[in-house]
């Protein structure tokens, strides 16, 4: 943040909602906004002539003391950027993302500090981190699990070259199918990040449209219930609804089929997504959500078990990963939006998610 003079400083610090003070070159608060009340804690006068250092964590002090003296000492290194957690007046810490910009040139004559408090997104990101993990300690299970599949498909594959039988052949294409699958759930854990907030809109019904059609979806039927435009990363919103039908799609069914179409015997899938707003049909006691949902009239999760799908390796079938609504509640997260799991109209399970902007 630039500054020509001592009065264009005072005014933007008067009206800052972020904090912003300034230094000497040890880090001795010279001045600081207003703000620093809201944020930290502290009166007015509580910081003047103490160290910056000295509020910074012990684990973060070393860090941000070398960008600080790097800024100091070279005149070419014009800013400096740091995260880190402070103290405040309450004796808690909060975490800072702050940047430094020399100034000693101008008639501020010292070092201005622009932070804002991101412990929110630290806490996110630690809450994502964890996700990963637990994804990451269940890749030596899916090692063991993609043994099983090749093992089956060399053999078959040896038993079709000798025997002259090329019909053993569509067993290895879909046990390689199956490979396939579960290293594709390994790898998209690693595409979900924390998601910028200023990303753009994208629509629900397009999006979920597009996923369905990838799908195999010859006996089911998707219903959008109601658009709606929010804030999310496409790609990452793909994989959160790829994973959902095929949730619905492995697991759901009814005993309903669809007359004179040549499916008769099949069972016909019913999944709907549609906007949330209203009372949650969960146990909670939040008032009114804005979110969306997805459901389907299949047998539904009991409440014992609907905490436990989200988990890394949960699963009914031996034959699936039970990755896929691990990679949905990291998705969640990952957009600052919280997952839940509920009974549908039908009985069926029914995924809400709130804490969404909308346009």
Known sequence: MEFDTVEEYQTVVQCSADLIAVADENGVFLHYSPSVTRILGYEPDDLLGNSAFSYIHPHDRAEVYTLYREMVEDPEIVTQRAEFRFRTADDDWVWLEAHGSNRTESPIDGYVINAREITERKELERELQREKQQVQQFVSIIAHDLRNPLTIAKEYLDTARSNGAPSLLDVVDEELERMERIVANTLSTTQVDLVDQETGFVSLAAVTESVWEDLPTELAELTIARDLQIRADEQQLRLLFENLFRNSLEHASTRRVRPG??????????????????????????????GFYV?????????????????????????????????????????????????????????????????
């Open 261 to 290: 179409d040549g499916s008769e015997g099949g069972q016909i899938v019913h999944v709907e997504v549609g906007s949330l707003t209203g009372p949650s049909t969960d146990d909670r006691d939040d008032g009114d959500v804005s």
């Open 295 to 359: 459901t389907d009239d299949g047998p539904g999760i009991p409440k014992n078990r609907r905490e436990n799908v989200f988990e890394a390796g949960y699963t009914t079938d031996p034959e699936k990963t039970g990755l896929g609504l691990a990679i949905v509640r990291a998705v969640a997260i990952a957009h600052r939006w919280t997952c839940v799991v509920a009974e549908s109209d039908r009985e069926g399970a029914r995924f809400e998610f709130t804490g969404i902007e909308t346009a």
